[in-house]
């Protein structure tokens, strides 16, 4: 029997919950701290609220008599695939080898920049491509609004919902708008009501800024175009189909745009698609479109919600005191002057690094880029690509924990897909089997080194990725997943292993050429350098990998494969992870050279810290000291995503006060957007990290920077607490948190002392826990 016969036949008693959830906003007990929140409309597109569903990304500024949406695609890219591979390079590989062994490597560098960078423009052409905007959405109001009479403006963004809403007054009439990327239907939706019938007057057009037609057709608003692949413009076709639905008042086309006056309510749709990877876009935004249509808006939502908190709600955070009665914009200031007064916007930036993985990859597509989903230029600075030098990997760093593992699923498929070219690439440099990524790649699959030496030699780019894969492989334990991923461990180690070179005098193993993530150093000759034998980064990486490639053969009972005997035998001469300087810190090149900018944003030379665990907190005491040398020397300033991995390595070092301070800088309110890495991070009044300009990978460092102050875990060993600010320790609780091992866990503590803590697991297990530096073995339960 149908218990809600008006809501139709098919809904179960979980829609219908969720139906009561959005007219009440009662259901699953929303939170304080869920919402970014804000007086006004956005000023600049930095300002504007993230929408996605891991392909199609909205971001509406909430303006009162033009709205502008700005709509993405994350499977809208220029270029092509192209071999830009240098097919004559390995032939100067050992006399730049020579080199460099002989002090010489300015002139390795020059030769490197000769023949063995890329053929072509590289990552500055137009075959490499670009992530793009996809176009943009206006809705033009009654141009009469008397703004000045606007009263009880908000807009805001429910995280817990996935639902953006801007409402006022005016003239004694409310209105409404909501706005959502379905889940479910693969549609956006944007529904805008008022509180007296016959009172919204609009009209509606989509355009973009070139390579694309808008046209009308049988009521429909129709965007279509053609990137340009770098070869003969005919690159990947998309289509964006936009359609109203109104209740009261007419709906009409004047010229390219639809028209809609005295409505009482009005339900745009937009379906959009590409044809990547030979999609047949014109099928799929016909039948999306379609189907969408045929739900009434209150289902169409239930099922968006029903998808959305699957991923959400299995994990909530609560740090106490929290200043959420504030608007965002206001919030940042006052964090700014009191910030151990609000150590709720810690758990909210937390959440909403959660939010924005969940709203910017799905399974079976892309991984997030350098900006997420999110972009409103066709030129999206570096590209909007993936840079393999931290970018890529930190935008994955807090998904284990943050109980969204399966979102690592993407960048899976994205190495998968860099494996057939990078073979061509390790062949045509090094004369070595397996396959090599250098330092960055896009969605054609390149594998080949940069267009400069300084910057674009840098091999250990593939080995980083296998880190990223491994990791979620020791959260999930899932051996289906680690047969998946043995074949990429195997061909990167295979790699490496054939293309190490001996280092003169000591016998040691290292990698030549590469260079430290584009950092630079004097040489004694007077000269400066990025091209060098073995940066510590690549020694890391490299033990790192062979050791993994190791235990992941005794776990699918290979190790009697020959090649894991040479692979145990180099790794006892392998160049040693980490060295001291003279000046205590770590070294981040195999000699002791003077670096050219002490406070570089790269400080690859850590690896080991994190996401490496060479550098454990329990083991190496003049490690952990070095380190801290190393990090002070460097300094606390850069763009986010330096400041978050700073946060992360003193998170790593159970430093909570210092990791603290960087949290509350990677908080700095800004505002400009030009390319400036030297103007320091900080984030936009919508929590998006700056560079500046915007990249999401400061969202996501930072969100996996509050877990790890919170809870650390390596092997069977389990840190509670361990860098928990003083700001934070009068109360807390987290529930669904993972960690290692396949274990979730829920803890609650108050005054800086657990309170009570459960570890979960599908079978019992034994760990050993830290709790206020006291050990205690304790028994996951099952469940």
């Known amino acids: 029997m149908n218990r809600y016969p008006k809501i139709g036949r098919g809904i179960d008693r979980i829609l219908c919950a969720m139906l009561l959830f959005f007219f009440s906003g009662k259901l699953f007990g929303q939170e304080q701290g869920s919402k970014l929140w804000y007086q006004q409309p956005a000023k600049q597109w930095e300002e504007t609220l993230p929408l996605g569903n891991g392909k199609i990304g909205m971001m509406p500024d909430g303006g009162l008599i033009n709205e502008h949406v700005v709509l ?58 670009c992530y793009q905007v996809l176009g943009n959405l206006t809705l033009a109001f009654d141009g009469k609004t008397d703004i000045a009479a606007v009263q009880n403006y908000r807009r805001e963004l429910d995280i817990e919902k996935a639902l953006v809403k801007t409402s006022y007054e005016l003239k004694g009439v409310k209105y409404n708008r909501e706005y959502w990327t379905s889940f479910a239907d693969d549609v956006g939706i944007i529904r805008l009501q ?33 990137l340009d692949n770098g070869v003969d413009g005919k690159g990947i076709q998309f289509k964006t189909r936009v359609r109203a639905q109104v209740k009261g008042g007419k709906q009409l086309v004047q010229g390219q745009s639809i028209v809609i006056q005295q409505a009482d309510e009005v339900l745009i749709y937009v379906a959009t698609d590409t044809d990547f990877k030979g999609k047949d876009f014109e099928r799929t935004t016909t039948e999306t479109l379609t189907k969408a249509l045929k739900k009434s808006y209150a289902k169409q939502y239930a099922e968006h919600l029903q998808n959305y908190s699957t991923k959400f709600n299995r994990l909530s955070l609560s740090l106490g005191r929290s200043k959420d009665n504030l608007p965002t914009d206001q919030r940042l200031l006052a964090f700014g002057k009191e910030p151990d007064q609000d150590p709720g916007l810690a758990a909210l930036f937390y959440q909403y690094g959660r939010y924005l993985s969940i709203s910017s990859t799905r399974l079976g597509l892309l991984p997030p880029n350098l900006q997420g989903l999110w972009a409103n230029q066709i030129q999206t600075p570096w590209n909007g690509d993936y840079h393999l030098d931290i970018n890529v990997q930190m935008n994955h760093w807090h998904l284990g924990a943050a109980n969204l593992g399966e979102l690592n699923e993407p960048l899976v498929s994205l190495v998968e897909g860099l494996m057939a070219p990078g073979a061509k690439t390790a062949k045509a440099y090094y004369n070595a089997p397996g396959w090599v990524a250098h330092v960055i790649t896009n969605v054609w699959g390149y594998t080949e080194p ?220 800004r505002v400009d957007t030009h390319i400036n890495y030297g103007a320091g991070g900080g984030v936009y009044a919508n929590l998006l990290t700056a560079g500046p300009p915007f990249q999401i990978d400061g969202n996501f460092g930072g969100a996996a920077g509050i877990a790890e102050m919170l809870v650390q875990s390596h092997k069977d060993s389990v840190y509670l607490l361990p860098a928990i600010p003083e700001a934070w320790k009068k109360e807390g609780q987290v529930r669904g948190m993972r960690i290692k091992g396949n274990h979730t866990i829920d803890m609650e503590w108050k005054d800086g002392k657990i309170l009570n803590y459960q570890i979960y697991s599908s079978k019992s297990q034994q760990l050993q826990v830290c709790i206020d530096h006291n050990w205690v073995a304790y028994h996951t339960k099952e469940k």
Request: proline content about 5%; aromatic content about 10%; overall charge neutral.
């Open 194 to 226: 008022s509180s007296k019938k016959g009172q919204i007057n609009l009209a509606i057009k989509i355009d973009r800024p070139e390579r694309a037609t808008a046209t009308t057709k049988d009521g429909e608003l129709i965007l279509m175009g053609q």
């Open 450 to 669: 940069g267009e400069s030496a300084s910057w674009g030699i840098a091999n250990a780019g593939s080995g980083w990725l296998c880190n990223n894969l491994w990791e979620h492989y020791l959260y999930s334990e899932d051996m289906d997943y680690l047969r998946r991923i043995y074949p990429i461990l195997y061909g990167a180690a295979q790699f490496y292993a054939s293309a190490l070179t001996e280092y003169p005098g000591k016998g040691w193993l290292l990698t030549s050429p590469s260079v430290s993530p584009e950092n630079s150093f004097k040489l004694p000759n007077g000269h400066q350098a990025n091209v060098t034998m073995g940066p510590t980064i690549d020694n890391q990486i490299v033990r790192e990998l062979f050791e993994n490639v190791i235990h992941a053969a005794a776990l699918l009972g290979k190790q009697s494969d020959p090649f894991l005997t040479k692979v145990s035998a180099q790794l006892k001469r392998l160049a040693p992870a980490v060295q001291l300087a003279k000046d205590g810190r770590i070294m981040e090149w195999i000699e002791d050279y003077e670096e050219v900018d002490p406070q570089h944003r790269h400080i690859s030379h850590l690896y080991g810290l994190y996401p490496g665990y060479l550098i454990r907190y329990d083991e190496h005491p003049d490690w952990q000291l070095a380190a801290k040398k190393s990090l002070n020397v460097r300094g606390d300033d850069g763009p986010s995503w330096a400041i978050a991995h700073k946060l992360l390595f003193w998170t790593r070092l159970h430093e909570g006060k210092r990791a603290y301070k960087l949290f509350r800088q990677l908080m700095t309110p």
């Open 72 to 129: 993405n695609d994350i499977t809208l890219w220029s270029g092509s695939p192209q071999d830009a591979n240098n097919y004559e390079a390995s032939r100067y590989l050992d006399s730049i080898r020579n080199l460099i062994k002989n002090g010489k490597n300015n002139l390795a560098q020059g030769l490197i920049d000769q023949h063995f960078i890329c053929k072509g423009p590289g990552s500055g052409g137009k075959q490499w491509g």
